[in-house]
């Protein structure tokens, strides 16, 4: 099994651009009143709206499923727990190369996945028992995930990194590596 490293980014606007938008209050507010300001954020489903709260348990830092949602943007926002970690990749028809996999800390910070983004089924607290966060998603790509497992979905992409020969794990001390002087 070829095993690869996949370093930690530091989560920016930029860098996230091509897999989503960073949830944040930044740039000019689209609207609100005097004591609160609202930015609006672009989340879509072709099915009714599944807002839930997922705890994700600290687990080894090996990304073995990655999967594409085909109908809904998806948003992930931290409530608790660990900082957090997870992987995506741009949108395609076909299943990304490790190489094109990028691995982002969560620490406050949520984000909401462009239709069709690549990305890892978990998110992997940094350190702690777990991470909750606020997920928002579609109520036919859930239930086609959850209730029916052994069948293969239609709304949803899924690739199997192991079954391919190949152990992707996650370097979470390369973000926090100081360089030599």
Excluded: C
Aim: hydrophobic content about 40%; proline content about 10%.
């Amino acid at each position: 099994m070829d095993r690869i490293a996949l370093p930690v980014s530091p989560l920016t606007v930029e860098a996230f651009a091509p897999y989503g938008r960073v949830l944040s209050p930044s740039g000019a507010r689209d609207t609100g009143r005097e004591g609160y300001d609202i930015w609006i954020q672009p989340f879509a489903a072709e099915s009714r709206p599944r807002l839930q709260i997922v705890r994700y348990h600290a687990r080894p830092f090996v990304v073995a499923l990655i999967e594409r949602h085909l109908h809904v943007t998806e948003a992930r926002q931290p409530l608790s727990g660990s900082p957090a970690i997870i992987v995506v990749a741009e949108s395609s028809d076909t299943p990304p190369g490790p190489e094109s996999l990028h691995a982002f800390r969560l620490d406050g910070e949520g984000v909401l996945f462009h239709r069709g983004t690549w990305h890892a089924i978990d998110a992997y607290p940094q350190h702690g028992s777990h991470a909750d966060f606020l997920f928002l998603s579609e109520e036919a790509t859930v239930n086609e995930l959850f209730e029916h497992p052994g069948r293969p979905p239609e709304r949803t992409q899924v690739h199997d990194f192991r079954a391919a020969g190949i152990e992707l794990v996650i370097d979470a001390n390369a973000l926090f590596k100081k360089p030599n002087p």
